[in-house]
Structures are given as C-alpha cells and as structure tokens.
C-alpha cells in the first residue's frame, strides 16, 4: 500500500499518539465495502489512522466510498472526510458524485463537480454517468420546490465537460439525450443537437432516433419532423419513433401516413410501432382504424399484443364512447388485467358519465388496488356531477380510512433556462401574490369573449358559486401559463408541463389565452401534448 502523498491532509484524524505503522496490524481495508453503518465505517478510520494511513489517497477513496455505497450510512460523513482533503483526484469526485446522485440531495454532485473543475479537475468516462443520473434524479424527486434550476446547470456541466480533455462517444450522446427528457429541457436540448451536429454525431441512426424522441417530449414537434426529414437512413425505431412522435401530439392522420409509408419503404413494423398507431387512433378518435391495426399487428405480423396494446383498445374504444365493449373486452383478455388497464376504462366512464359503470369498474380495480388517490378523485367527481353527495362522502371517508392521498396538481415552465414549478392555489412561488391578481384580471377578459367557469368540476356541495370559481381561477396550468404571459417576448410560444391530465376549465382558458394574447401554448400532461393556437386545440377537444 503506498504512503500518503504531502498534498493530502486529514488534519481531524490525526493525533498526537498514534502508532507507527509497523506497531499496529493493517487495517482491514477488505472490509470497507462491506461496511453495513456508519458505525462500523467510524471503527475503520480509527483503525487506519492508528495505522497512519489516514493520508493515503487510496486509503481515504475507499473509506468514502464504504460511506457512499452503503444506503443507511451517512453522505455527510463522506462530505466531511472528503472537505479535509486539499487536492482530491478525479477518482474521489467520481465516488461522491456517484454517492450524491443517488442520495436525497442528488443536486450536490453537481455543486461538488463545480468545486473540482475550479481546481482544475479534468473529468473522465465515469464522471458524465454520476451527475447525469444526479440531475435527472433531482428532476425526478422534485429538490428545488420553485425554482429548479437543474437544466440551466446540467448546460453548464456539458458545457464545462465539453471545454475538458473528455472525448464522448455517441453513446455519451444519447445518455445525454435521455436526461434532457428526463429533465423536459427543450432548450438544452437544442443545445446538445447543435453539438452533435459539429461532432460528426448525427451519422448515427440511434442519436437521430434519440434526437427525435427528446423533441417529441420536450414539446417540439417541428424540430423532431426535421431530425427525421434529414435522416438518410432510418431503420425500425428511427420510423416508430416518428409514428409515437405524431401520435403523441395528437396528429392522428399524419401518424398513420407516417406508418403507411414506412410499409411502402419495406421496414418491418414491431410492437412500439403499433403502440404508436393504436395510440394515436385513440387519441383522434379513428376508431374503425384503431380495430384493422389491431388485428393486422396479430394476424399479419403475428405480434403477441402486451398489456400496453390492451390499454390502447381499451382507451380507443372508451373514449369513443364504446364503454360496454371496451369492459367486455377486458373481461375477455387471455390474460389477467391490470388496475391500469381498468382505470384506463374509469377514466372513459367519467368522460361519457356513465355513473353506474363507473362503479363496477372501480369495483374491480379495488380487487387489484386500492391505494391509487386518483381513482376516488374521478369516481368522487362523478358523484359530485350527478348530485350524489352521500356517495361523495362516502367515498372521502374511504379515502381516509384507506390513508389514501390526493397527488396535488403541479405545472411547470421553463423561462431563461429555470423551470418554475406552480401547484393549484398555492403561495410558494415568490411571484403567487402578483399571478393571482394578474389571473383575475385575465379571466375578466376570458369571460369578455365567452369563457365560462366550469364550476361543475368543483366537489363542494357547501360552496358558493364565486368561491368554486376562485379555486377553478388558481389552478396550476393557469398559474404557469399567467408566469409564461408575463415572463416571455410577445408572440413566442408558452410551454407548460403538467403532472396530471389537464382539467377541463383549464383546457377552455388555454384555448382564449392563445386567441385573445396571440401565444401558441404547449402543453404536455399526464397523457399527451395539447397544442393550443388561435383559440383552438391540436386535440380537437378529443382527450
Ligand atoms: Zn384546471
Ligand atoms: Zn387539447
């Protein structure tokens, strides 16, 4: 084992009267990756400074990495012995990063990774992975209520990695890729393409497959169109992502000319490529379209349908109103539905209100799960819609028992590279206050030109009118959308992304708002992406 090296100092380990290291055994070092708790790892560093090598680097690597791996130890303790060290290695950065991305502050790999590039840090093929995974997860636990400034770092990172010895491969390129969906970061999005255009990248089939997908799913439908117009070979995926790209968009027609034309070319469609088809005839309403593909996936191309296939026919033949043969349907799978598959049917019921359906259906769903807050919430509505306050109460009293909560509605948007996150009603943001002032007068002026609140949406049997209107007025698609119109140029696009499925008062505004300001609004929620222009909908109100 090599000595310490003179630019490591571990000052707080070091004592006046330890042994040299030829008096006392070397300390179990094998042991370290198997330390189970914070305990145990504190027994090793006392056992490596009586053995003096509490300034060795690769002593000290290990003993942060025992801290770092072990879930129920302690990041705090790793950040404490890795403070005391002057110049750490690239190693030592990497372990934090790869402690802190999967601990609850996964932001703080990037902060560390900041710290080490200003003393000089040149990252290697193990850095990129850690903070990629940090940003994503700190989009995913949602670490920085308000202002979630991850995007704008995670540019700055590729941008700093970029300006380092690191050379990345188009393997690099698409993990890349993958964490601008996670992140829904349109623009550093663009930014990547730009770079992988200059590097030669875009040779690859897979990153313009991958190039296609992040712009589908951060909102823009143009830039993924011409990734895939530019492409001089495209195989399965390249052809199926443009059909999921147009399905999800709510382009129903232009999904299935994609997909005719990508037969003409003679590529073999696959089970993603008919998600993509099923998907987009449920979404547009182009039911008879929805069965013949169906059936051609099973009888031409002989593809086992998945559950994911099943939901799509449930979802097509529910949202076109067919609710007793999407529930014979489920009833006659040759395999064991799931809640998903039945919710998917709850979710028609309530779009057609048929009440009585409804709760059959959920019925059914509690025998597989119970614990899904969501399903009360549209079941509750219904109640509230037909007058049937006793079942609503019911119902909530369930929900109590059960411990069953209601996920908040939350919406986001993206303004100078930091996402703003906006929940129904709330005074968290720093500019609530003044968004909800500038609601009020916006929906004066909504109302000027038709908008009706839907107030039938609100489940207060013991609310007044005016009152269900306020809490209609404060949602979290408004909220964000309000911070869109008063934060961005004139004329440019808003784009907001919701937790949930957009509400339906919500989706009625959105069409003014881009009438009566001239601003196209995107909109991506739980299920889809509503394009809203001119006082219109891409959906044409079919969702
Ligand atoms: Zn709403
Ligand atoms: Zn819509």
Redesign the pocket.
């Given at each position: 084992m090599a000595m310490a090296t003179s630019t490591l100092q571990l000052t707080h380990l070091s004592s006046p009267n330890i042994a040299t290291p030829h008096e006392v055994p070397f300390p179990p070092l094998f042991l370290l990756p198997r330390c189970s708790s914070l305990r145990e790892t504190k027994q090793i560093q006392a056992a490596i400074i009586k053995s003096q090598l509490q300034h060795d680097i690769s002593v000290l690597t290990k003993l942060i990495n025992s801290c770092t791996a072990n879930p129920s130890s302690s990041m705090d303790h790793a950040q404490h012995l890795f403070d005391r060290i002057t110049q750490p290695d690239i190693v030592l950065f990497n372990t934090m990063a790869r402690g802190y991305a999967r601990s609850h502050y996964p932001v703080r790999a990037v902060d560390l990774f900041a710290r080490g590039l200003n003393l000089g840090l040149h990252p290697d093929d193990y850095t990129f992975p850690s903070l990629l995974k940090a940003c994503a997860n700190a989009k995913a636990i949602g670490e920085g209520y308000t202002r979630n400034s991850r995007p704008n770092e995670a540019l700055a990172l590729f941008r700093k990695l970029q300006a380092s010895n690191l050379k990345p491969t188009y393997v690099t390129m698409l993990s890349v890729l993958s964490s601008c969906v996670m992140l829904g970061a349109l623009e550093l999005g663009k930014w990547i393409h730009e770079y992988i255009r200059k590097n030669g990248f875009n040779e690859y089939v897979k990153v313009n497959t991958a190039l296609i997908d992040m712009y589908a799913k951060c909102g823009s439908l143009d830039d993924a169109v011409s990734v895939f117009e530019d492409m001089q070979y495209r195989d399965t995926q390249a052809w199926s992502a443009m059909v999921v790209t147009y399905a999800i968009h709510g382009r129903g027609s232009k999904a299935i000319s994609i997909f005719e034309e990508m037969k003409r070319a003679g590529v073999q469609p696959d089970e993603i490529t008919f998600l993509g088809i099923l998907y987009a005839c449920s979404h547009t309403g182009l039911v008879d379209e929805g069965c013949k593909y169906f059936r051609s996936m099973v009888d031409h191309y002989g593809i086992v349908p998945s559950i994911k296939h099943y939901g799509c026919m449930v979802d097509l033949l529910g949202r076109a109103g067919r609710l007793d043969e999407a529930f014979r349907f489920i009833e006659d799978l040759p395999i064991n539905p799931t809640a998903i598959l039945w919710r998917t049917l709850l979710s028609a019921c309530s779009s057609h209100d048929d009440v009585e359906l409804a709760k059959h259906v959920m019925e059914r769903i509690f025998e597989l799960d119970d614990s899904h807050g969501g399903d009360y919430v549209i079941l509750s509505n219904m109640f509230a819609r037909a007058g049937r306050w006793e079942d609503v109460n019911n119902l909530r009293k369930m929900m109590k028992d059960r411990g069953v909560v209601k996920i908040p509605g939350c919406s986001s948007i993206e303004v100078d590279n930091v996402v703003h996150e906006f929940f129904s009603a709330d005074g968290t943001h720093s500019e609530s206050r003044g968004l909800h002032r500038i609601l009020d007068d916006l929906i004066k002026e909504l109302k000027l030109v038709g908008y009706v609140p839907d107030t039938s949406l609100v489940v207060h049997a013991d609310m007044r009118e005016e009152e269900k209107e306020a809490t209609?007025r404060y949602?979290s698609?408004?909220l964000a959308i309000a911070f869109g119109l008063i934060n961005t140029p004139p004329g440019t696009t808003i784009r907001v992304v919701k937790n949930l499925r957009i509400?339906g008062?919500?989706h009625s505004a959105a069409k003014l708002i881009s009438m009566i300001f001239g601003r196209p609004i995107i909109l991506r929620d739980l299920q889809r992406f509503h394009h809203f222009k001119d006082g219109k909908c891409s959906c044409g109100d079919y969702w």
């Open positions: 209609l949602h698609e408004k509400c008062d919500c």
